[in-house]
């Protein structure tokens, strides 16, 4: 989703706005530009597309000495992607980078319209711009023309300004959307997240909501919060993977150790919670938002099961505006990847305005979901560049699942040799997770039976129906084809009336949980001529094609090992549609807008 770089030094700022942007570019973006204001001379650059045609437009520009600057990656929401609708966006002398969405800005365009100003974009950012030069024409200060502007909008924002009015420095104001100042020595930068700083600022300060002003070289010292910047500089390389997203794959095994470092412990699971966590607590509820939602469904089939805890799975989205029921025995559990999902953090304050007691299951240390929840903890997957989320889930499943367990243990509902099971199973599911590279070539091969076809059914039972969504929404995404998770019970229900030859489904049969019942409902389907793919330890005669999981002793070895089949299996189709399997299109990493 949309990106912001911001820098105030001596540096050459085309390169370090154009550095910055491109560790945000896996987020997925449509359009970029930069606005550098440098001895008195404002320069704007904007292309749509990749970055190396802003690079290619502005090859010949450079800007030596002091100056500032601010640069933008946009992810369309109003108005098309277009060099006009990318942002900088600027008015007669000042220009303006922006993330999230101003609500009001219809309002406001008319109102200047009427006063003679001209839109050039569709977007509701140009508003902001236009209103900042208005209001400059009534108040005394630059400053005081800012905050007036901010006072106005309705929305979320996180917004860099800069004007010539005021050369020496950066008006930023953030509301609902990220937005961090870093610094180093003399030098201050802004970003969106924390990615394009590291490695560059020795300190950071998270900006909260409803923070705005100005920053320059003299009063950043004055900056509340400032700590020390934490993480290492992501790797950049594929390592020898065609995409990030196979490299996520294989790696899946490895960050899983990670994930539950410190917390399976010989005697039983220990997680960084106090331990009256789970008191008074009688039932979960869990709210989330595309794979982090299905990790979320999988956890109450574990929750419920193992921990013997009523738990409720809901979409972040239909949480907010649902006047949900809230209860003060109820814990309320957010699944982010990122940390910045708009509609999990705005579900997450909802819970937190409730008196609940939050809990974040996240990836980015940091990030806003973990700084608002009341307690966290961390997946440790990395950080994940492919779109199509895969490493993530895998932790996000395997701390939900120890969770699961952690919760039973402090309940007294779970007997000590059934911790010792479970123990067993989750390092026997780590190991699953590692790709077995003549599954991968199968899958190769296979693939090119499944490029056509009118749709795809994923079908499972019990946690294999959230890997059926998982696996559903792995393929659409990158491969641009039809695909839906259903339970394998629900199939007659309705969607059996699409099944013929030209019907792909995929089914999750595993041989520990509840496999006669999901071969029944294969077999329907195979009755009715749908072309099946079953994936499974057990050769089945209902299948057109099997792929032959290992032997495994219980269904979530079972489900681990499918999920690298399902993800393997989405990313060999896309691959031979000719896709871009890491930014695909319409998508971004990090949806920041509700
Ligand atoms: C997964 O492949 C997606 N790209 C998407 O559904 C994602 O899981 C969702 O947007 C939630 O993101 P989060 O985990 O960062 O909150």
């Known amino acids: 989703m949309c990106g912001i770089i911001g820098y105030i030094g001596n540096r050459e700022k085309k390169e370090i706005l154009l550095d910055g942007l491109k560790e945000l570019e896996y987020r997925g973006y449509d359009s970029a530009g930069i606005s550098i204001l440098s001895n008195n001379e404002l320069f704007t650059f904007k292309t749509t597309g990749k970055l190396i045609n802003l690079e290619t437009k502005c090859k010949d520009f450079t800007s030596n000495g002091f100056g500032i600057a601010i640069g933008h990656t946009r992810w369309a929401t109003h108005g098309k992607a277009t060099e006009i609708n990318a942002h900088p966006h600027s008015s007669e002398e000042s220009s303006i980078v922006h993330n999230g969405i101003i609500e009001n800005y219809l309002e406001i365009k008319n109102e200047l319209e009427n006063k003679g100003w001209t839109f050039l974009s569709q977007t509701d950012t140009e508003v902001i711009v236009h209103l900042f030069e208005e209001n400059l024409k009534s108040v005394e200060n630059p400053l005081s023309a800012f905050k007036k502007t901010i006072d106005r909008l309705n929305g979320s924002y996180a917004i860099l300004l800069i004007t010539k009015k005021a050369p020496d420095r950066i008006f930023y104001a953030k509301n609902g959307s990220p937005l961090l100042i870093g610094i ?115 956890a109450k089939y574990l929750f419920e099961r193992e921990a013997k805890i009523k738990t409720n799975v809901i979409i972040a989205s239909e949480f907010r505006y649902s006047n949900p029921i809230m209860e003060k025995d109820e814990l309320f559990i957010v ?48 950080i994940e560049k492919g779109v199509a989320s895969t490493k993530a889930f895998s932790s996000q499943v395997m701390l939900l699942w120890i969770l699961g367990i952690y919760i039973a243990q402090n309940k007294n509902n779970i007997s000590k040799d059934s911790i010792q099971k479970q123990i067993k199973n989750m390092y026997n599911s780590l190991k699953a997770t ?45 491969s641009y084809l039809h695909a839906e998770g259903y339970p394998g019970g629900e199939m007659k229900h309705g969607p059996i009336a699409l099944a013929d030859s030209e019907l792909f489904c995929v089914s999750l049969m595993p041989k520990h949980l509840l496999y006669e019942k999901i071969k029944n409902n ?29 032997k495994y002793e219980s269904y979530m070895e079972e489900f681990f090992a499918m999920m690298i089949v399902v993800q393997i299996l989405a990313l060999e189709i896309a691959i031979r549609l000719g896709n871009d399997v890491d930014m695909p299109r319409n998508l971004a990493k990090s949806v920041t807008v509700e």
Not at 235 to 243: C, F, I, M, P, T
């Open 184 to 298: 180093n020595g003399d030098e201050v930068f802004f970003a969106s997240s924390s990615t394009p700083l590291i490695g560059l600022v020795k300190e950071v300060c998270y900006l909260e909501d409803g923070d705005n002003g100005y920053i320059n070289k003299d009063n950043f010292k004055t900056l509340k919060n400032v700590q020390p910047m934490n993480g290492e500089k992501i790797s950049s390389q594929k390592d020898g993977y065609r995409y990030f997203m196979e490299k996520e794959i294989y790696e899946q095994h490895r960050i899983l150790q990670d994930t539950i470092r410190g917390r399976i412990l010989n005697d039983g699971i220990s997680l960084e919670l106090p331990s009256n966590f789970i008191d008074n607590i009688n039932r979960i509820t869990i709210c989330a938002c595309g794979t982090s939602y299905h990790a979320g469904l999988s």
């Open 335 to 382: 699944i982010s990847q990122s940390g910045e999902t708009a509609d999990t953090l705005e579900a997450l304050k909802l819970a937190n305005k409730n008196n609940l007691k939050t809990l974040a299951i996240c990836n980015v240390e940091n990030s806003s979901i973990v700084r608002e929840a009341k307690y966290s903890l961390l997946t440790r997957a990395g």
């Open 434 to 478: 590692k790709v077995n590279t003549k599954i991968h070539d199968r899958l190769k091969k296979l693939s090119k039976r499944y490029l056509h076809g009118h749709g795809f059914f994923f079908i499972g039972r019990d946690v294999f129906y959230p890997l059926a969504l998982e696996g559903a929404l792995k393929l659409k995404e990158i």
């Open 522 to 550: 294969t077999e329907e389907l195979s009755t009715r001529d749908a072309t099946i793919c079953v994936i499974s330890q057990e050769c089945s005669d209902v299948a057109d094609d099997v792929v032959l999981i290992d």
